[in-house]
């Protein structure tokens, strides 16, 4: 139970080093702020984990719970659907710090940074053990993609490779798409 203990924590405090060491600000303020934004998804999920006795975390409740901001607003911006999975902690602390930045990205720049954007988190779970994770974003600003790639991509990326899964974006007239694809 201590070498769990161990691996599990070791786990936990590698994601927030990997989330110090890549996130990036023009402003001291606003590095905090990212900072303390990442570690607080982790942070959440790891309150997911306590119901479980560390098993993993329920993705509706990793989405909901990250979605929660943007979810009071008003009723209409966001939109969760899809079967109850568990999944295991190392997979559900990439997929809540990769809604995390999805999220904040669209608060910023996507659907959710416009009064009438809305966002769709929608997932299936294959008979293969791939789960398919798709967010869409409507109603927002006219999605361009960028000309580099921007820390909170590489997190996600970086994440969900980590997990032997993939991710695939695509910047469309309506809004960002992003498809992730893992083993669970």
């Given at each position: 139970m201590?070498?769990?203990?161990?691996?599990?924590?070791?786990?936990?405090?590698?994601?927030?080093?990997?989330?110090?060491?890549?996130?990036?600000?023009?402003?001291?303020?606003?590095?905090?702020?990212?900072i303390a934004g990442r570690i607080q998804a982790l942070a959440n999920v790891c309150s997911l984990f306590a119901a479980t006795r560390w098993i993993g975390a329920e993705l509706s409740a990793i989405a909901t719970q990250e979605l929660a901001p943007?979810?009071?607003?008003?009723?209409?911006?966001?939109?969760?659907?899809?079967?109850?999975?568990?999944?295991?902690?190392?997979?559900?602390?990439?997929?809540?710090?990769?809604?995390?930045?999805?999220?904040t990205n669209a608060a910023k720049y996507g659907a959710l940074s416009t009064?009438?954007?809305?966002?769709?988190?929608?997932?299936?779970?294959?008979a293969d053990g791939q789960l398919r994770l798709r967010w869409m974003e409507t109603g927002g600003p006219v999605a361009q993609e960028p000309t580099r790639k921007g820390i909170g991509g590489r997190i996600i990326e970086q994440m969900i490779v980590q997990q032997k899964g993939k991710v695939r974006f695509d910047w469309r007239k309506d809004g960002l798409v992003c498809e992730i694809t893992l083993r669970v």
């Open positions: 201590a070498r769990e203990a161990e691996h599990r924590s070791k786990n936990l405090l590698a994601n927030a080093l990997a989330t110090v060491n890549l996130s990036q600000s023009s402003s001291p303020e606003g590095l905090k702020q990212i943007y979810s009071e607003m008003n009723g209409k911006r966001t939109f969760i659907d899809g079967p109850q999975i568990l999944l295991e902690p190392d997979v559900a602390q990439a997929i809540a710090v990769t809604l995390h930045e999805l999220a009064p009438n954007g809305q966002v769709r988190l929608e997932w299936s779970h294959a």
